[in-house]
């Protein structure tokens, strides 16, 4: 759950020239998912027109001494730069907002579109968007959908090339276990409901599972 370590991961990813080597690849299809997020505006032709081959993604870009009442500076979690337009990606996991974030972001590049990605898909709290307006300067993502169907398409991308697949399948497995999606918590949501039916059973079955081991064992 290291908010740090998921921005590493995703700054190369979306790194053209990061050390994965599939250029642009997996930018592209990012891209592509999230485009149609922003509604007619600047900042999706921005999206639609963004030079990735020539593009590269920083992490923690420094914008300026934070000053919240000039409402300025900070730092930026993941920057994707392609030589004249910025993206700019804020990545939360379980922090929360700081004082005027997305307003400090949106003044370092007034046109450049804003993702804020958190594992369910959250809003941005009112004293961190300001007046900025949801689907026309930032947009919000998340980590349980977007993410989740970015890494599966970028999976099929590789199909022949084994150590990137494999590690792409690992960090899906850990995206799903961050949003209660993995087969265990499945299961477990399921077993519960049927608990649910019959209480007293449950509690009763809870009450002998030492006798059951035993017996099982001596079997």
């Known amino acids: 759950s290291n908010e740090l370590s998921h921005s590493a991961i995703l700054t190369n990813l979306l790194n053209a020239k990061g050390k994965h080597g599939q250029k642009e690849l997996f930018?592209?299809?990012?891209?592509n998912l999230i485009k149609d997020k922003f509604e007619k505006s600047y900042q999706?032709?921005?999206?639609?027109?963004f030079d990735v081959k020539n593009s590269i993604a920083i992490k923690e870009k420094y914008a300026g001494k934070v000053d919240y009442e000039a409402e300025q500076g900070g730092k930026i979690d993941i920057v994707i730069y392609d030589g004249k337009n910025n993206i700019i990606i804020e990545n939360k996991i379980y922090a929360n907002d700081q004082p005027k974030q997305l307003v400090r972001y949106n003044e370092h590049d007034k046109m450049a579109p804003i993702i804020y990605l958190t594992l369910m898909g959250?809003?941005?709290s009112r004293d961190s968007c300001g007046s900025l307006v949801s689907g026309i300067n930032y947009v919000c993502i998340s980590y349980e959908n977007v993410i989740k169907e970015w890494l599966e398409l970028c999976i099929k991308e590789m199909v022949n090339r084994p150590i990137i697949r494999?590690?792409?399948?690992?960090?899906?497995?850990?995206?799903?276990?961050?949003t209660n999606q993995s087969t265990n918590n499945k299961m477990s949501t399921e077993i519960i409901k049927i608990m649910k039916t019959n209480i007293q059973s449950s509690f009763e079955i809870v009450n002998n599972i030492s006798a059951l081991k035993s017996s099982l064992y001596y079997e």
């Open 27 to 31: 930018l592209k299809i990012f891209l």
């Open 44 to 49: 999706k032709n921005i999206i639609e027109n």
């Open 122 to 124: 959250n809003e941005p």
């Open 166 to 178: 494999e590690t792409f399948n690992q960090y899906l497995y850990l995206i799903k276990s961050l």
